[in-house]
Antibody, heavy 120, light 106 residues
Framework: EVHLKDSGGGLVQSGGSLRLSCTASGFNFNTYWMSWVRQAPGKGLEWVANIKGDGSEKSYVDSVKGRFTISRDNAKNSLYLQLDNLRAEDSAVYYC?????????????WGQGTQVTVSS | DMQMTQSPSTLSASVGDRVTITCRASQNIYSWLAWYQHKPGKAPKLLIYKASSLQSGVPSRFSGSESGTEFTLTISSLQPDDSATYYCLQYYPIYRTFGQGTKVEI
């Protein structure tokens, strides 16, 4: 059974940093693209970043480029998101998700999310 | 930029009702649309992909359809467990974007 567990969220001041983690099980982690998706309070879902199975390709939404870094450790079946220079508008529940599909990809499995709150 | 317009924002219906939710894309997305069910505190669940393909394990009362740039999620007979927020996702260009969500109340 595929399982994703997010962790690492918390309360941080504006300009601060956090590192989110996602531990995967139940599938060949190193063969899948993985993503982070967030949901700000009262808002909809927003894709944040993704990374190829071998870590060689990464993409980010424009609003986080230069501030967030996605990475993975396939030996530990783990996905990470380093959040630097945080802003109030980065406050959200962050979900890790598995990318799935032969051509274009949807998110087929998600974690339960980890809350990030940025205080100004 | 690609925009997804989802409607309605909230929906109240009774058990057994047929319910439809619509997403309209601002550009042609060639059937690259998915639907998700999201309950508070839970992981979002993939229901439909490629506009009308039912994800494995999803009840058959859920279905998806398309007409041009308009996409519809239908719940044929609403059940108590279907109370949730539903989102569409377009995944045609590089940046995948979600609709604003539809809260379904029973």
């Amino acid at each position: 059974e595929v399982h994703l567990k997010d962790s690492g969220g918390g309360l941080v001041q504006s300009g601060g940093s956090l590192r989110l983690s996602c531990t995967a099980s139940g599938f060949n982690f190193n063969t899948y693209w993985m993503s982070w998706v967030r949901q700000a309070p009262g808002k909809g879902l927003e894709w944040v970043a993704n990374i190829k199975g071998d870590g060689s390709e990464k993409s980010y939404v424009d609003s986080v480029k230069g501030r967030f870094t996605i990475s993975r450790d396939n030996a530990k079946n783990s996905l990470y998101l380093q959040l630097d220079n945080l802003r109030a508008e980065d406050s959200a529940v962050y979900y890790c998700a598995r990318d799935w599909g032969e051509q274009l990809k949807v998110f087929d499995y998600w974690g339960q999310g980890t809350q990030v709150t940025v205080s100004s | 930029d690609m925009q997804m317009t989802q409607s309605p924002s909230t929906l109240s219906a009774s058990v057994g009702d047929r319910v439809t939710i619509t997403c309209r894309a601002s550009q042609n997305i060639y059937s690259w649309l998915a639907w998700y069910q999201h309950k508070p505190g839970k992981a979002p669940k993939l229901l439909i992909y490629k506009a009308s393909s039912l994800q494995s394990g999803v009840p058959s009362r859920f279905s998806g359809s398309e007409s041009g740039t308009e996409f519809t999620l239908t719940i044929s007979s609403l059940q108590p467990d279907d109370s949730a927020t539903y989102y569409c996702l377009q995944y045609y260009p590089i940046y995948r974007t979600f609709g604003q969500g539809t809260k379904v109340e029973i």
